[in-house]
């Protein structure tokens, strides 16, 4: 097997092709804006140039003559929309700041106009055209600028209740033999997926259809339907592809119910594809956050104090928050723990879910710490964490479901050759290049949330399974399809999966790494239903088939999932006892512990993620450990990351190639969030400077020469019924603070600030 | 992006003269009503982003037989303006004679680029100063005349430190400019009045109090070609940049030696990534002459090179880049193997 599909180990899938994977080397994969419509109009946005004051008069003259105009939407004639709440407030939207709705202006870039023309371009020309005047007001960029104000988020911040603590931190702190204290940033990221923020929207008489690449189908159309106070019903989301997410499709942006509006107006369909840099402000990002870690630890590298601040930048009306400090205070065993986290209020967009929204800023703080810690103890920083790893989280001691972390660091760092680093630093080099050796620890919570599902079975083995789930790249169609073939033993190729539908049975947001545990274990659930009904139908007794339920698979391929005993079903001789050719089931599934109302939630498109530190008795994550080599020359001070190396633990890998990419992907973007990925904000006037992919600067392939991922077994029976750790956003956590510290190795310099360029470095 | 209208000029007369019926209207030629359309990744994506407008566009591709010549012939080099990139820095006989030319080419953009881009829109490419690349900042003394300067007290970080005016201090982006300032290039205009040519350096205008006016063209001239006296093996471009491809310069240098019995007779020194125009640093340069070579004389010349480098806020680190830059690839050009 080669290294993208390698042999699995215990407890994992098999590694199976994407199934999708023909449809999308081959460009027939459709996505939002692929999809056909019947004489659409196209539409462009016009955003604004000022951050912060108000629209005094726009000049449509030049524009409205370009041929092919059909409307100008602006504040004064825009549909009038519904308000929709904060997703965190039991609504949809990622940012109550409403565009078109006055002529107040709360962000760089705030969707002002929309022009709609019979063509794209003519769209475009005549949206260039426009000229607005402004009266502009002095904005607040940043933690910085004057004008902010700050305030804890915990009051504020329905998802962010409580500031973990524990102990006496102060008092330890105090008394400790070892003391650290730092401070690190993290810059302002876009996710900049490949699909751009595209939406189309046809309505057939009082139905609406949206085409829009979304990772949340039913939050979409329950927020489209509030806002435009019509059932939700009535509307249904399509996106069978979605060109990569990472968040941002997570909540509802205000374009999808402005677009729907217009169309309804015009009673034509309408397709709105905007810009690259118009993707910069008209959906969320991640906002820089600040930290300051106090770390108190014995000689002998015990901890014993603790103390994570965060900071973190949001919009004026919307208190987001990532609260990280969730999870820095509970990674290792430390008996005096304090932790506060603040919102500083700018005149910014709303920010949002960026993948590992709190890990990759918290972690990046904490891990570099933990390295800072092990120089001043003169300790491997390995050995650093094998002191401090804990089966029980220290805050309210509940246990690690499964915690593999000091295995992963054992396996990475036998492959990296962590042996062969000589600890000193700048003591390692090649040439032009001095080469520096970091690693740091990986983590993410492991979540799952209320998921539905049908399932239709044929006599013949075919297999339809139907679920709101969504595709973002990250192989949902695959692992949906492995899972129905090994519980139905059906031949995978026979499995049909249809997602990214909300008229199909609901599925949670794909996010929080959620989406393979809950939509496989609805998945799982709805085709023991159909066992069970088949057996019934061959066993003389319930009590009988019950008991089979555990131990009978069904030919003629039994698989190891499904086949548990060594007696098998015959398919057709079932179907035939019960004398029907198709069998369907539906099913909703929801993790233990969910609350009552979590079904009705489900169908409303609301949220309840369960896991991580959140559960009742326990505490869920899957962990890693990443070791890179960092290479800066010493005359350019160019920094370049030749190798990185992953071991990650997460339950069951469903298929160890999907996996694999996931795990790759989020090496890579972990190393491009340390070296290369930073919106330059100009703090005079609040807007982004660098807001297209030529200076957004991400990997190339150059960039990214080695790179290596080992899954090691684990097995978690405490989580659900697939027994699934997510792992989309377990890789891209540790690799900030690895590089970092793998700096330090080369030149001796600590650097505490994201993203590090050649100019940091002074050697 | 507006509508144009689009003619192919099938000779070069042809399109000297589709080019100056816009010329009347006295515009600079950078807001020339007309513009030459060669590989198109400068000129479209600036159409595109709104920034240059022009009413028609005149594609010069047809006239790619007679000006994509790459004939390194004997003592001296003749390039037509319509070569690609790429054809040229794979050009074995330009990789032994002259690599700085194929380095600086090699070194630039990425493949896709560099296959579909030629050297003359290579040498006209446009500054990536973002502030002159978002219409949305109205500041921009080089897109607006008179507005002031956004990048001045804005986000420059990727702004030049030499032949900068209270004006304007955007950065030349190009690579393979350098190279040619370097090796003394001369261009082969064409116009109305037949062919001219002019040293190369006189090419590009530094911003001064018009940093609209970028180059020495008159709207309905285009380069034809370029021509390089001499062989150059002993030549480098090294170039400093955030990753490791496709990125344009934070500091370069195009350097290239005659070195005999370990003095050296002639040395060339420019510098890219840090200047509003192709820069020649040929004080510094003249330090070398002469002279055997050592890391001090290194030294010397990267601060000559750099002495009247004018830093601002988020690009002072270009000075001291910039100088170990010069000091590298001197010594990487004292050393290379020819
Ligand atoms: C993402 C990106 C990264 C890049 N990175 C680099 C880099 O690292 N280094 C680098 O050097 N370049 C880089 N470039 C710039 C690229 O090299 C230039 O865009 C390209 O060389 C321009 O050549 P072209 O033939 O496409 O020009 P065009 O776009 O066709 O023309 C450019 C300009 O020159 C004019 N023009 C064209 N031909 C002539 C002629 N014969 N006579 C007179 N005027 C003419 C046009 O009217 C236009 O104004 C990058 C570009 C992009 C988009
Ligand atoms: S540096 Fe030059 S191009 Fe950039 S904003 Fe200033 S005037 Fe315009």
């Given amino acids: 097997m080669t290294a993208a599909a390698s042999e699995p180990k215990a407890n994992m899938g098999q590694p199976v092709p994407r199934y999708d994977a023909t449809a999308k080397v081959t460009g027939r994969a459709t996505y939002a804006s692929d999809m056909p419509l019947d004489n659409p109009a196209y539409a462009f946005l016009v955003t604004s140039a000022i951050a912060k004051g108000r629209i005094d008069r726009f000049d449509l003259d030049d524009a409205g003559r370009v041929r092919g105009v059909i409307d100008i939407v602006t504040h004064e004639n825009a549909p009038k929309l519904k308000e929709s709440k904060l997703f965190s407030n039991g609504g949809y939207a990622g940012t109550t700041i409403q565009p078109l709705k006055s002529a107040e202006i709360a962000h760089d870039g705030q969707i002002i106009a929309v022009v709609i023309a019979e063509s794209y371009e003519a769209a475009r020309e005549a949206a260039n055209r426009i000229k607005v005047s402004y009266t502009a007001a002095t904005p607040s960029a940043s933690f910085d600028s004057p004008g902010t104000t700050t305030a804890t988020a915990k009051g504020q911040n329905s998802q962010f209740k409580e500031d973990p603590k524990v102990g006496d931190f102060a008092k330890a702190f105090d008394a400790a033999e070892v003391k650290l204290t730092a401070s690190y940033d993290t810059p302002t990221q876009h996710h900049n997926p490949m699909e751009l923020f595209t939406t189309s929207c046809a309505w057939m008489g009082d139905n609406l259809v949206i085409y829009e690449g979304s990772q949340f189908v039913y939050g979409l159309k329950n927020g489209v339907a509030e806002q435009l106070g019509i059932d939700a019903d009535k509307v249904r989301v399509v996106n069978p592809y979605v060109g990569g997410g990472f968040g941002s499709r997570g909540s509802m942006t205000p374009r999808t119910a402005i677009i729907a509006g217009i169309a309804k107006r015009l009673n034509r369909p309408i397709k709105l594809v905007p810009t690259r840099d118009q993707g910069f402000t008209i959906a969320t990002y991640r906002a820089e956050t600040r930290h300051e870690i106090k770390l108190g630890a014995s000689r002998d590298g015990r901890l014993v104090a603790l103390r994570h601040e965060g900071a973190e930048v949001s919009s004026r009306p919307d208190a987001y928050c990532v609260g990280g400090t969730k999870t820095t205070t509970r990674l290792y065993a430390c008996p005096n723990v304090d932790s506060l986290v603040s919102i500083v209020r700018a005149d910014r967009n709303t920010p949002g879910f960026m993948r590992s929204p709190p890990e990759v800023p918290y972690l990046f703080a904490l891990e570099s710490a933990l390295d800072e810690l092990a120089v001043k103890l003169d300790m491997d920083p390995i050995e650093l964490r094998r002191i401090n790893d804990t089966t029980n989280e220290p805050i309210s001691g509940k246990p690690y479901t499964s915690r593999s972390l000091m295995a992963c660091f054992d396996e990475a760092a036998k492959a990296f050759g962590w042996g062969q680093r000589s600890p000193q630093p700048k003591s390692m080099s090649d040439g032009d290049w001095l080469i520096g050796y970091g690693c740091a620890a990986t983590c993410y919570p492991t979540q799952m949330a209320p998921s539905a599902a049908r399932v239709r079975l044929q006599r013949d083995g075919r297999t339809r399974v139907e679920i709101a789930g969504h595709e973002i790249g990250t192989g949902a169609y695959t692992v949906i399809a492995q899972t129905a073939a090994e519980r139905l033993g059906v031949p995978l190729e026979k499995v049909a999966v249809f997602i990214g539908d909300s008229e199909l049975p609901p599925a949670p947001v794909a996010g929080g790494s959620n989406s393979t545990a809950s939509t496989c274990s609805a998945v799982m659930m709805v085709c023991d239903q159909i066992r069970q009904r088949l057996l019934k139908a061959v066993m003389p007794s319930d009590s009988l088939a019950d008991k089979a339920k555990e131990t009978v698979g069904i030919s003629p391929a039994p698989s190891t999932q499904a086949a548990k005993g060594d007696r098998s079903l015959d398919l057709e001789k079932a179907f035939d006892a019960l004398g029907v050719v198709v069998l369907e089931e539906y099913g909703e599934w929801k993790p233990e512990g969910a609350p009552l109302d979590s079904f009705r939630a489900m169908h409303n498109g609301q949220v309840r993620l369960i896991g991580g530190h959140a559960m009742k008795d326990q505490i869920a994550y899957a962990f890693g450990a990443e070791f890179v080599e960092v290479r800066v020359n010493r005359f350019t001070h160019e920094i370049r990351c030749p190798r990185l190396v992953g071991a990650f633990a997460a339950g069951r890998i469903m298929n160890p190639r999907t996996a694999r990419s996931q795990l790759m992907g989020g090496l890579i973007w972990g190393m491009s969030s340390a070296l290369l990925e930073a919106t330059e904000l100009d703090e005079r006037n609040a807007r982004y400077v660098n807001d297209n992919l030529a200076d957004y600067l991400v990997p190339v392939n150059a960039d990214v020469p080695g790179v290596e991922v080992i899954m090691l077994s684990e097995q978690d029976d405490h989580i659900n019924p697939v027994g699934a750790k997510g792992l989309g956003e377990l890789a891209n956590v540790g690799t900030n603070a690895a590089i970092c510290n793998a700096i330090y190795h080369a030149t001796g310099q600590r650097i505490r600030k994201l993203p590090v360029r050649l100019e940091n470095i002074e050697v | ?338």
């Fill in chain 2, 1 to 338: 992006m507006r509508s144009f209208s689009y003619q192919r000029a099938t000779d070069p007369d042809m399109a000297v003269q589709a080019l100056g019926a816009a010329a009347a209207s006295n515009n600079p030629l950078t807001k020339a009503t007309a513009q030459p359309l060669a590989g198109g990744t400068t000129l479209i994506d600036l159409m595109k982003l709104d920034v240059m407008r022009p009413a028609a566009i005149v594609d010069i591709n047809p006239l790619a037989h007679a000006w994509s010549a790459i004939e390194p012939g004997g003592d001296a080099l003749r390039l037509g303006a319509l070569a690609k990139m790429s054809d040229v820095a794979a050009h074995a006989e330009i990789q032994r004679s002259y690599p700085v030319i194929a380095d600086s080419l090699k070194l630039a953009a990425s493949a896709q680029l560099r296959n579909m881009a030629t050297l003359g829109g290579n040498v006209m490419q446009r500054t990536r100063c973002n502030y002159f690349r978002d219409v949305s900042y109205e500041n921009c003394n080089k897109r607006n005349p008179g507005s002031g300067c956004a990048a001045m007290d804005g986000v420059n970080r990727m702004h030049a430190v030499l032949g900068t005016s209270d004006q304007c201090i955007a950065t030349y982006p190009g690579d393979f400019a350098q190279a040619l300032i370097a090796l003394d290039a001369t261009v082969e205009i064409t116009g109305k009045a037949g062919t001219r040519s002019m040293p190369f350096a006189q090419l590009h205008k530094a911003p001064g109090s018009t940093p609209d006016i970028e180059t020495a063209l008159q709207p309905g001239e285009l380069i034809s070609g370029f021509s390089i006296r001499g062989r150059w093996p002993r030549s480098v471009y090294l170039k400093a940049r955030d990753r490791q491809s496709y990125e344009f310069a934070l500091s370069s240098a195009a350097i290239a030696l005659d070195v005999q019995d370990g003095t050296i007779r002639d040395a060339r020194v420019a510098l890219g990534g840090v200047a509003t125009v192709p820069w020649r640093a040929r004080e510094a340069e003249a330090l070398l002459r002469e002279q055997k070579f050592d890391e001090a004389l290194a030294q010397r010349v990267a601060d000559a090179a750099f002495a009247d480098a004018r830093g601002r806020r988020h690009n002072s680190f270009k000075i001291a880049l910039g100088k170990r830059v010069v000091a590298r690839a001197l010594q990487q050009a004292v050393t290379m193997e020819i």
